[in-house]
């Protein structure tokens, strides 16, 4: 007898900023089935919700802008919300980025408390290529890719308020966040690029798939 399992119903979240192509096809290799979308009433039918992002912090809060209420409903529903890479960012409160380019205080979604910080200027920006990642706290995210390699882009790199926000680091000089949560564990993000990592990304999607369906 055979049977259907069913697949995650997941909305990726389309705000003028992403990459938005690779991120569908990974998904979709995971197991997923993704809804593109610039409505957030598409949020309530989902399993699950993609922030994606590529860009500057001020410029995707601005976009994200339409979205902002509807992500935090979401999230306080504990629908599972996953930024990544900029996504990741403005799932914090703030970023320098932003005071760096003369933008003043742009608010992230504050749904993981901290800030952004900048590379020092002994390091290399923005930083790119491939990183070991090492996973601190039980996620299920996280799951089976302790010791794995992600592929990052970034110039910025999240410092959540409390130490126990961090699921996993890696290193560039300093040891930052490659993953973070909130408490609830349904809100996260990570700085690297899943759909750009080999078989650590598309397991991490996988994890995110059957976290949606949990």
């Known amino acids: 007898m055979s049977t259907t399992q069913r697949?995650?119903?997941?909305?990726?979240v389309d705000y003028g900023l992403g990459n938005l192509r690779s991120v569908t096809r990974g998904l979709e290799r995971?197991?997923?089935t993704v809804t593109l979308s610039a409505d957030p009433a598409d949020f309530d039918a989902a399993d699950g919700i993609v922030l994606p992002g590529v860009g500057a912090f001020s410029e995707g809060m601005?976009?994200?802008?339409p979205f902002r209420e509807a992500l935090v409903d979401a999230a306080a529903e504990g629908r599972p919300l996953f930024g990544i890479c900029l996504g990741m960012q403005m799932l914090l409160t703030t970023s320098e980025?932003?005071?760096t380019v003369g933008q003043g205080d742009v608010r992230g979604l504050d749904l993981v408390s901290g800030t952004n910080l900048r590379f020092d200027e002994g390091q290399k920006v923005p930083h790119m290529g491939w990183n070991e990642l090492d996973v601190g706290r039980e996620h299920p995210i996280a799951e089976g890719i302790d010791g794995g390699y992600a592929y990052f882009v970034h110039s910025y790199y999240a410092a959540p308020d409390d130490d126990s926000a961090v699921v996993a680091t890696t290193d560039y000089g300093v040891e930052f966040p490659a993953i973070v949560a909130n408490e609830a564990g349904n809100v996260f993000g990570t700085q690297f690029h899943p759909e750009k990592s080999s078989d650590t990304g598309l397991r991490i999607l996988r994890n995110f798939v059957e976290y949606c369906l949990a």
């Open 30 to 32: 995971a197991g997923a």
């Open 62 to 65: 601005d976009n994200a802008g």
């Open 7 to 12: 697949t995650a119903d997941v909305v990726l």
């Open 97 to 99: 980025e932003a005071e």
